[in-house]
C-alpha cells in the first residue's frame, strides 16, 4: 500500500510547487481565528520522543481548525510494553484516528506506519532523517524576513550530521533554488554531507559560511545522538560558536534562525539569541500556522 493522499513524510521526494502552495496556504492561517476545516476529526500525536515546540504547535493547529486531539507518548502507553508500531497505529486506527502525527527515533517509522495504514501520516521527525515540517515552518519564516527565495544564501552551521532539521532544510532550499552552506569540524560535518542536496558547499571556516550570507541557521550538539563520538565542546566554542562580533561578517540584514531548543553558551551567545536579529521565538510562533496548512491538506482542505 502507498502512504495516504495528505501524508507528509519528507521533503525529499516533495516537488517544489507542492512546497510553494504549503507555504502560500500556511499564509493565510490565522492561529486567532478558528477555521472548521479540521471539524470533528480525530489528529492523534504519537511521540516516541521529546518535543516542545513541534508537539504543542501541532495540538494548537489541530484546535484551531476544529479536530480532536489525542496525545500518545512512549512513557505511560501501551509501548512501554512492547507493542509494535504497526500494533499502535492499527488501534489508533481502530479507535477511529483520522491523522496521525509521528515522532519516532528511528529513521522511516512513518513511512512504515504509511504503507499499512490508510490514513494520513505526517512525519513530525524520523531519527537522523527528516523534520518536514520545521524545513517549512523555517522556510515560512525566511519568506516573511526575506520576501523571495530569489538570490539567497543560507549557512547552516553545527552538528548537521545528527540533524533531521539540516537534512529536511537542505532538500527545501536547494528545491526553490536558495544557496546553502554546511559548517562545522568533520565529526559533525562529513564532507560527503554536500551530495545532500544539489548546490550545497561545505566548508570548515565560519567566516567563509557568514560571507554574504542571508540567513544564518544554527543547530544544536546533539549530545543525546552522538553514541560514544567525543567532541571538544570549547574548540568547537572558540571555532563555531556564533557570537556578535562573528555576525558582523554576514550579511547586515542577515537573520538568525534556531530551531531549538536552544543551548546559550554553546552553539550561540545570549547577545545573538536575543538580539535584534534573531528569529527564534518567530520560527516558532510560524509552527503554528504552517502545521495549520500540513493539517488542512492531509484531510483535502488546502485548496
Ligand atoms: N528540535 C529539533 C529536532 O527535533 C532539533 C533539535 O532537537 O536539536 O530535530
Do not use: W
Not at 517544489?16 to 500556511?26: S, V
Not at 543547530?219 to 555576525?247: C, F, H, S
Request: with cysteine; net charge positive.
Amino acid at each position: 500500500m502507498s502512504a495516504a493522499r495528505g501524508s507528509l513524510l519528507g521533503i525529499e521526494h516533495l516537488e517544489a510547487a507542492e512546497i510553494l502552495k504549503i507555504l502560500k496556504f500556511a499564509r493565510r492561517m490565522n492561529p486567532d481565528k478558528p477555521r472548521p476545516l479540521l471539524k470533528g476529526k480525530r489528529v492523534v500525536l504519537l511521540f516516541y520522543e521529546a518535543s516542545t515546540r513541534t508537539r504543542s504547535s501541532f495540538e494548537l493547529a489541530a484546535k484551531v481548525l476544529g479536530a480532536h486531539t489525542v496525545l500518545i507518548q512512549a512513557a505511560g502507553s501501551s509501548i512501554e510494553k512492547g507493542e509494535s508500531l504497526l500494533d499502535t497505529g492499527y488501534t489508533l486506527r481502530a479507535v477511529g484516528a483520522d491523522v496521525i502525527v509521528i515522532r519516532h527515533p528511528s529513521a522511516g517509522a512513518p513511512h512504515v506506519m504509511a504503507r499499512h495504514i490508510d490514513i494520513p501520516v505526517i512525519n513530525a521527525g524520523d531519527g537522523l532523517h527528516e523534520h518536514p515540517s520545521q524545513a517549512l515552518l523555517d522556510a515560512y519564516t525566511i519568506l516573511r524576513s526575506k520576501k523571495s527565495f530569489k538570490g539567497l544564501q543560507v549557512a547552516i552551521i553545527g552538528d548537521i550530521f545528527h540533524s533531521r532539521v539540516a537534512r529536511s532544510a537542505c532538500h527545501l532550499l536547494s528545491k526553490v533554488g536558495v544557496k546553502v552552506i554546511l559548517c562545522g569540524p568533520p565529526e559533525l560535518v562529513p564532507e560527503i554531507a554536500s551530495t545532500l542536496a544539489p548546490g550545497v558547499r561545505v566548508t570548515r571556516h565560519v567566516e567563509d559560511a557568514l560571507r554574504g550570507t542571508d540567513v544564518v541557521m544554527l543547530l544544536r550538539v546533539q549530545k543525546e545522538r552522538l553514541a560514544g563520538q567525543k567532541i571538544n565542546l570549547p574548540d568547537y566554542i572558540a571555532r563555531y560558536q556564533m557570537t556578535a562580533a562573528r555576525l558582523k561578517t554576514a550579511k547586515r540584514d542577515a537573520i538568525v534562525m534556531h530551531p531549538g531548543p536552544i543551548i546559550r553558551g554553546l552553539e550561540l551567545t545570549s547577545e545573538v539569541a536575543d538580539g535584534v536579529q534573531a528569529r527564534i521565538l518567530e520560527e516558532v510562533r510560524n509552527g503554528v500556522p504552517t502545521r495549520m496548512a500540513i493539517l488542512a491538506r492531509a484531510v483535502g482542505k488546502m485548496r
